[in-house]
């Protein structure tokens, strides 16, 4: 199963890097997709990550099992204004494929592209508010929240419930329980 974790300028980095680890430690093909022009991506506390392919490479390839896209600011800001990143969470929103997002970016990018509508969600608490009410669906206050093909996490400090989340999504309830265990995660 392939999945691609979307990074653009100011991407906060625990919520690429820490489910992206818990997804290849689950065997699944994780891709780190660069939003810009090269691909070594600055997050928003200046930690320089170098991806393995760029938006433009996979924009065109058949669609993935899963994209994910992390928060920060302005990371999620410019996930939310690339035409790439939104057609692509557009045709996978579409094919009922796994679209998941956390912190800032459920409000400001899955938000502006619509595929909250209907649905519950989470995000970093207030950014709700930033949803246009055309395109809202129902917050909720939980730490992870799962509806149909739509995963959605708070901030920081979940990203691991997030990628474990993510790990069962794709390949069954339960398949993260060893991982947690190896990994000693208590939650």
Not at 15 to 34: K, Q, S, W
Not at 52 to 58: M, R
Not at 63 to 86: C, E, F, I, T, Y
């Amino acid at each position: 199963m392939k999945v691609y974790v979307f990074l653009a300028e100011g991407f906060e980095e625990t919520e690429a890097i820490f489910p992206a680890d818990i997804m290849r430690r689950a065997g699944l093909e994780v891709l780190l997709v660069a939003c810009g022009s090269g691909k070594s991506v600055r997050g928003a506390h200046g930690i320089v990550v170098t991806c393995d392919a760029l938006l433009d490479e996979v924009v065109s390839a058949q669609l993935p099992d899963a994209v994910v896209l992390p928060g920060g600011m302005p990371g999620a800001v410019n996930l939310a204004q690339s035409k790439g990143v939104s057609s692509l969470v557009l045709a996978m929103n579409d094919a009922k494929k796994l679209i998941a997002a956390i912190c800032a970016s459920p409000a400001v990018a899955f938000g502006s592209f619509g595929v909250l509508k209907g649905k519950a969600y989470t995000c970093y608490p207030g950014m709700e508010k930033e949803v246009p009410p055309q395109n809202d669906g129902n917050w909720k206050a939980d730490r992870v929240v799962v509806d149909g093909n739509l995963v959605t996490s708070r901030g920081p400090g979940t990203a691991g419930e997030f990628g474990f989340a993510l790990v069962d999504e794709l390949l069954g309830s339960g398949a993260s329980a060893p991982l947690k265990k190896g990994m000693l995660c208590s939650f």
